[in-house]
């Protein structure tokens, strides 16, 4: 016992030791900034080429230009820690050379074991290359539907309009709908009463729709006529050219507008709206 506390005290007095064991210190601490410092400039250089130059682009180019620049952060991001993993090891003596000799074939079994991983990252890429959808679409999925938030290698996060977020890998996303890309159409149909004079009625909504002013209507609304009719009512359908994506706001809006016209001419009205949120 004596000779065991007479060794650790002989340890501990040589200096040189001690020496080697703050410069590897120092060392790792400074690969750990160093490499926290490279992945700032780089997102930032990433910022300034690529997303600071969207407002400059057509609608096409700023969607794919913005999915590529998050893309690529994220990739530079996981080579930086992975570089940055790589000179820890050798700091606390690992053999670079033969780990790395034998990350290829370790490297080709995780691979026959990991081919929905693989399946995932070209998936990824074949959106984005294919310009399926980019960061900020709202698109549907299979039964998922919400805005992308996320292309990621592997997944893509979807927040959906009441605030869930879906996180899909990219080979389970095969069927798409996206509601980003065309102008959409707000559809409403307003049931009056069948002995209502319907030259009238069109006339009192194409009037009241004429008078309306929002960002998202492109196209002044248009009465098309009568959709429908029953023994007790007639169905007279209105559209409107909105945004993508903006139809849900704009149909409440010609819902409110049509259905206090209608009021103050004294008319009972059933006013159905086509466009279903979410």
């Known amino acids: 016992m004596g000779k065991m506390y007479n060794s650790f005290v002989e340890w501990l007095n040589k200096n040189w030791e001690w020496e080697l064991i703050g410069l590897s210190a120092i060392r790792i601490a400074a690969i750990l900034v160093i490499g926290r410092l490279v992945i700032w400039l780089l997102h930032k250089t990433i910022n300034r080429i690529v997303l600071d130059n969207v407002g400059k682009r057509t ?29 820890l090891l050798s700091e606390f003596g690992v053999n670079l050379g033969p780990l790395l000799a034998g990350a290829g074939v370790v490297g080709l079994a995780i691979g026959f074991g990991a081919q929905s991983l693989v399946k995932d990252i070209l998936t990824g890429f074949f959106i984005i290359l ?7 679409d709202v698109i549907q999925t299979g039964k998922f539907k919400g805005t992308v938030e996320v292309i990621g290698l592997r997944t893509t996060r979807i927040v959906s309009w009441t605030g869930e977020v879906h996180i899909l890998p990219n080979s389970m996303i095969q069927d798409v709908t996206n509601f980003s ?9 307003v049931a009056v009463p069948f002995a209502t004079d319907v030259n009238s009625a069109m006339e009192w909504i194409q009037v009241t729709v004429n008078s309306l002013h929002h960002e998202n209507i492109i196209q002044p609304p248009k009465v098309l006529g009568v959709q429908s009719i029953t023994a ?19 149909s409440r ?15 009972s009205s059933s006013i159905k709206n086509e466009i279903q949120e979410g």
Not at 232 to 250: F, L, T
């Open 232 to 250: 007790a009512d007639m169905v007279i359908r209105v559209i409107a050219e909105c945004r993508p994506n903006s139809q849900s706001a704009v």
């Open 130 to 136: 294919e310009d399926q959808f980019a960061v900020g």
């Open 59 to 87: 609608l096409s180019q700023a969607r794919r230009m913005t999915t590529v620049g998050k893309l690529l952060k994220n990739v530079t991001t996981y080579i930086i820690y992975f570089i940055t993993f790589m000179l």
């Open 181 to 189: 890309i065309h102008n959409s159409l707000a559809v409403v149909d």
């Open 253 to 267: 809006l010609l819902y409110k507008e049509i259905q206090e016209m209608l009021l103050s001419k004294s008319v």
